[in-house]
């Protein structure tokens, strides 16, 4: 099972100090991969406050190409060498507000797997298409177009664009419906057996035991939940 807290563009150096004196606390299992993906400029403060802790960092982007004249840009390499593990690609914040398309994440993704990232691969639908009853063929065609050519370190994350940060969750059964049309995508026309398959969306201390608990679900990407140490650790507790 695989635990990530999304800090997206929240918590100071300070705020990050105190939250890594609580991971001290935390009861690490060896049944739950964790990973923190805090604001770029402070991965390398974090990676040195938590590394011996068996909880990894990751960044919540990264660039197309391994270097160049990209101002204001991070390339998978810099992550990779302030001691990423993971990296998100296609959350649907920066679709929407940065205007990326399934074209670039694909080649973002790409970017990352040749820099030894494991790979958070987002997708979700606008509520539009499930009232429509096009939310499957939506995220089947946004899998299709973002997939890196190695599967070895993705992981997908299910997140329904209406579901984050609105209280709202699919219900569980369409949870585990997604997840399992998901699985059943990679293993029709991949061969692929263990995709892991994370949900996020509103995931809280309240509903993490039972979507957890789902059938298809692997685990969680966890946004404003995730900000606060104790509720994070409960949440990470519902995992274990
Ligand atoms: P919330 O948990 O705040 O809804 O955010 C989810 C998310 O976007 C994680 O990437």
Known sequence: MFV???WKMNLDKNSIFEF?????????????E???FPPMTYIDY????????PISVGGQNCHFKSSGAFTGEVSANFLKDTGCEYVLVGHSERRILNNEN???IKSRAQTAINSNLKVILCVGERLTDREEGKALEYIEKQINDCLPNNFKNLIIAYEPIWAIGSNQTPSLGEIENVHGYIKKFFLKNYD?????????????LNNSKDIFKTKNVDGGLIGGASLKADDFKKIYDNLK
């Open 102 to 104: 399934n074209a670039e």
């Open 192 to 204: 692929v057996k263990n995709i892991c398959v994370i949900y996020g969306g509103s995931v809280n």
């Open 34 to 36: 964790a990973c923190i």
């Open 4 to 6: 990530a807290a999304n």
């Open 20 to 32: 890594s004196k609580h991971l001290n606390n935390f009861k690490f299992s060896s049944k739950v």
């Open 46 to 53: 974090l990676y040195n406050l938590i590394k011996n802790l």
